[in-house]
């Protein structure tokens, strides 16, 4: 039933070609969005099995119950909304367990079309958005990851132009598709407001920081013993035993666990730890990642250390919390994606919209505040 495929596949081919006819975006450019349109057809059943990845046929399930008007069997709200998304998505026919996999492509596409002619991504930050493997992998199976990407990265990009009303109406959906990834974009929020100078939040920046800590204190250890519960059951779900499992007991046991958890979630699976042929790609590509980031993080502080600081807290607070609950290796490369691409992607426009260069010290023309 390949065949219902091609149609999607020719959807997202037009899009590609009428956005080059137009002049948004370069001829090499296309030809890369058009080859990576292909990438559905060779991942499920080709290069692993689709039970590898068990969570595709909920979400392909769902949609073809959702676009036959069959609403009786739709019960998990957090699949429903992003299966909606996908419902009503141009694209005609959801036949097989890769069909939605190019639904996930088109969405791809045009975020990075959008990206390129609107917000002016340009070089390695562009290249890094095309080429980077788990990007490419999760943005053509049947997941919701995509989706849950682009709402974080056009939160981002509306905060960082000062539109902010626009930004939390944007995030809102995450609240119910993905609700620990909306309180980590709050995080972002609040981080951003801490370091932008002219903000009434800057102004009474220690005074807010104090009113936070001391609404917060209270709660702490439950907060903790909440983090705690989802920690233990991520470890039993991957086959430890309850016995075995050791609780976070105070806070300063969290403190140390969160800071070792970031640099480790970053990096995991490490090459000796993959027992895989996929665990050693992902390992060997974790290594890169960390060079391109330290790249892109210095090349930053070569232009405003305030924004290289922030983004490194930002992406630091993100990979500890997620780095405490998570034990899965997979889990682990599907959960960060999206981070380090909001972290490199946001952190260079925000360079670009406030200093009017590109990441590498190219001048560019000024955008506008609110553009």
Same mark, same amino acid.
């Given at each position: 039933?390949?065949?219902?495929?091609?149609?999607?596949?020719?959807?997202?081919? *037009?899009? $590609? *070609?009428?956005?080059?006819? $137009?002049?948004?975006?370069?001829?090499?450019?296309?030809?890369?969005?058009?080859?990576?349109?292909?990438?559905?057809?060779?991942?499920?059943?080709?290069?692993?099995? #689709?039970?590898?990845?068990?969570?595709?046929?909920?979400?392909?399930? @769902?949609?073809? %119950?959702?676009?036959?008007?069959?609403?009786?069997?739709?019960?998990?709200?957090?699949?429903?909304?992003?299966?909606?998304?996908?419902?009503?998505?141009?694209?005609?026919?959801?036949?097989?367990? /890769?069909?939605?996999?190019?639904?996930?492509?088109?969405?791809?596409?045009?975020?990075?079309?959008?990206?390129?002619? /609107?917000?002016?991504?340009?070089?390695?930050?562009?290249?890094?958005?095309?080429?980077?493997?788990?990007?490419?992998?999760?943005?053509?199976?049947?997941?919701?990851?995509? &989706?849950?990407?682009?709402?974080?990265?056009?939160?981002?990009?509306?905060? $960082?132009?000062?539109?902010?009303?626009?930004?939390?109406?944007?995030?809102?959906?995450?609240?119910?598709?993905?609700? %620990?990834?909306?309180?980590?974009?709050?995080?972002?929020?609040?981080?951003?407001?801490?370091?932008?100078?002219?903000?009434?939040?800057?102004? !009474?920046?220690?005074?807010?920081? *104090?009113?936070? &800590?001391?609404?917060? #204190?209270?709660?702490?250890?439950?907060?903790?013993?909440?983090? =705690?519960?989802?920690?233990? #059951?991520?470890?039993? =779900? @991957?086959?430890?035993?309850?016995? =075995?499992?050791?609780?976070?007991?105070?806070?300063?046991?969290?403190?140390?666990?969160?800071?070792?958890?970031?640099? !480790?979630?970053?990096?995991?699976?490490?090459?000796? @730890?993959? =027992?895989?042929?996929?665990?050693?790609?992902?390992?060997?590509?974790?290594? +890169?990642?960390?060079?391109?980031? #330290?790249?892109? +993080?210095?090349?930053?502080?070569?232009?405003?250390?305030?924004?290289?600081?922030?983004?490194?807290?930002?992406?630091?607070?993100?990979?500890?919390? !997620?780095?405490?609950?998570? +034990?899965?290796?997979?889990?682990?490369?599907?959960?960060?994606?999206?981070?380090?691409?909001?972290? $490199?992607?946001?952190?260079?426009?925000?360079?670009?919209?406030?200093?009017?260069?590109?990441?590498?010290?190219?001048?560019?023309? /000024?955008?506008?505040?609110?553009?």
């Amino acid at each position: 039933m390949f065949i219902y495929d091609f149609p999607n596949l020719l959807a997202i081919f *037009i899009v $590609i *070609i009428i956005s080059f006819r $137009i002049g948004l975006i370069p001829l090499w450019l296309s030809f890369f969005l058009g080859l990576f349109a292909l990438t559905p057809f060779f991942l499920n059943d080709l290069l692993f099995p #689709a039970s590898y990845m068990p969570d595709q046929f909920q979400y392909f399930y @769902e949609v073809r %119950q959702i676009r036959s008007f069959d609403f009786e069997s739709v019960r998990n709200m957090k699949l429903t909304v992003s299966n909606w998304i996908f419902a009503i998505m141009p694209l005609p026919y959801v036949e097989t367990i /890769k069909s939605l996999g190019f639904f996930n492509r088109l969405i791809a596409t045009v975020l990075t079309i959008w990206l390129y002619s /609107k917000k002016n991504l340009r070089g390695w930050p562009l290249l890094f958005i095309l080429f980077y493997p788990s990007f490419l992998l999760y943005s053509s199976l049947s997941l919701r990851d995509t &989706i849950v990407f682009t709402f974080m990265i056009v939160s981002v990009i509306l905060f $960082i132009e000062n539109r902010r009303l626009p930004a939390i109406l944007t995030s809102l959906p995450l609240f119910i598709i993905k609700t %620990q990834n909306f309180f980590l974009l709050l995080v972002f929020f609040v981080i951003h407001l801490y370091f932008a100078k002219g903000s009434l939040f800057y102004k !009474y920046r220690y005074f807010l920081i *104090i009113l936070i &800590i001391g609404t917060i #204190a209270p709660f702490i250890m439950t907060i903790i013993e909440l983090l =705690d519960f989802f920690r233990m #059951a991520f470890f039993i =779900d @991957e086959g430890g035993l309850p016995k =075995d499992y050791v609780h976070i007991k105070t806070f300063k046991e969290f403190l140390v666990i969160a800071l070792q958890s970031a640099p !480790y979630f970053l990096m995991k699976p490490f090459p000796w @730890e993959a =027992d895989s042929s996929l665990q050693l790609i992902q390992s060997l590509e974790n290594i +890169f990642i960390f060079v391109f980031l #330290a790249f892109i +993080f210095h090349k930053t502080s070569q232009i405003d250390k305030s924004i290289a600081f922030k983004w490194l807290i930002y992406l630091f607070a993100a990979f500890s919390i !997620y780095g405490l609950v998570v +034990f899965n290796f997979g889990s682990a490369v599907r959960y960060k994606f999206p981070f380090i691409l909001v972290t $490199i992607i946001g952190m260079c426009y925000e360079i670009y919209f406030k200093h009017g260069k590109l990441i590498f010290n190219r001048e560019v023309k /000024k955008v506008k505040s609110g553009a």
